[in-house]
């Protein structure tokens, strides 16, 4: 079994199911259900004894520790995180208590459950946390891409608690010799993304006949890779990637968000015309982003060549499969922007341990 935390979330709910489709090995997920959780993108999963949920927040040390010493897993995926930029600069105390506090009482449950496995165990063991490009700052044009010896700048509430956090995993493999792995990787895009973040957002608002507000001049470069790569990415790490190490992965996609936003009307314009004008029209330019970082690249050649990883996706060929999953699963949406998901989650999940 391993163990999987934010599992319900955007990329940790892909990285569930595309584990399951590949996998007979069990998940044991754990998420607190904040706004960006979803059990509806797993509900496929229901029934199937591989799939083990607990509602449980991972800054609760005490229930963390009764889920390692129940289920014992093998490995952990951290995922759980706030993960947005904009609810960072609105509201940091959510982020420093999740993403520093949280990754903090994660590792040090797991290392507690570690130190008492038998030598074999021990060394299998894997704690792979999962980080973002953002850590490194913000390129000029004439920069080089990221790479795993890049300084550490971050910018935003957002990003400098997930740099805190980095920092924790690895004093964790240095001092206690804890096998952790990290990655950081660019903006992921796809199936099951919460329509906050620029391109689910882009997609509900155009189909929704409202603006589409692209920050500042839409000038700022983000380096665009399909969450499905980005899963298998970490599926390569987890199998084959040596403790201590980090990882850099990225889909050597960028583009500037003026660009990304005109593709996307590009492709509604194509598979859900408008009965008059284009998607296009609703295009408007609002008020920056405070600190907007101007842009990120990866140079993603270490586990190219390390662990043979490359994405499958183009960005054409993923924007279209994400596209197109979207105008099939409105539903997915509505239920999210209407808090009609919310009320069921209060409804009937009840905080409980797995
Ligand atoms: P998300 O916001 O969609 O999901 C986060 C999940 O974590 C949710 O299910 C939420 O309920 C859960 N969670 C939040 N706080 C929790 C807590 N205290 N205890 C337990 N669960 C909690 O995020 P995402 O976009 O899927 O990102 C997942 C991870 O990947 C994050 O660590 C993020 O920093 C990292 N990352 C994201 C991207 C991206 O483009 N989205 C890129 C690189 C790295
Ligand atoms: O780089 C990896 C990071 O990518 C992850 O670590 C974060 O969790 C994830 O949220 C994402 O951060 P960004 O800030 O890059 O993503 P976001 O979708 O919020 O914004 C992408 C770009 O689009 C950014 O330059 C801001 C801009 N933008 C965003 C929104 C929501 C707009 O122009 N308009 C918008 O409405």
Not at 149 to 165: Q, R
Request: proline share 5%.
């Amino acid at each position: 079994m391993i163990l999987v935390t934010g599992g319900a979330g955007f990329i940790g709910g892909n990285f569930v199911l595309d584990w399951l489709r590949d996998n007979d090995e069990a998940i044991l997920n754990v998420d607190k259900l904040t706004y960006a959780g979803n059990l509806r993108t797993l509900k496929s999963l229901e029934g199937d004894p591989r799939h083990l949920f607990a509602r449980v927040d991972i800054c609760d040390r005490a229930a963390l520790d009764t889920l390692f010493a129940k289920h014992a897993p093998r490995a952990v995926v951290h995922f759980a995180a706030e993960s947005h930029v904009d609810r960072s600069i609105y509201g940091p105390a959510e982020f420093v208590q999740t993403n520093v506090i949280g990754t903090f009482t994660l590792l040090d449950s797991a290392r507690t459950y570690w130190s008492g496995l038998d030598a074999g165990a021990k060394a299998a063991f894997r704690f792979l946390h999962v980080s973002t490009d953002e850590v490194f700052g913000s390129l000029s044009e004439s920069e080089p891409p990221f790479s795993e010896v890049t300084p550490y700048a971050p910018n935003s509430p957002y990003s400098a608690t997930k740099a805190g956090a980095d920092h924790l995993v690895r004093a964790y493999y240095h001092t206690y010799g804890l096998p952790t792995l990290t990655t950081n990787c660019s903006n992921n895009y796809g199936p099951y993304h919460f329509p906050e973040k620029l391109i689910p957002l882009m997609i509900a608002n155009a189909l929704a006949g409202k603006p589409l507000p692209v920050y500042g001049d839409g000038q700022n470069v983000r380096d665009w890779l399909y969450v499905g790569d980005h899963c298998a990415a970490i599926c390569a790490v987890l199998a084959r990637g040596t403790p201590g190490e980090t990882y850099n992965i990225g889909g050597w996609n960028e583009k500037k968000n003026i660009e990304v936003v005109h593709t996307l009307c590009d492709l509604l314009d194509q598979l859900k015309p408008k009965t008059a004008g284009s998607y296009h029209d609703q295009i408007t330019f609002v008020t920056d982003r405070p600190g907007h970082d101007q842009r990120y690249a990866i140079d993603a050649r270490k586990i190219e060549h390390d662990l043979g990883w490359k994405p499958a996706e183009t960005f054409e060929s993923g924007l279209k499969k994400t596209v197109l999953w979207y105008l099939g699963n409105q539903s997915w949406v509505d239920e999210v922007q209407s808090g009609d998901y919310r009320k069921w989650v209060e409804l009937n999940y009840a905080q409980r341990a797995g």
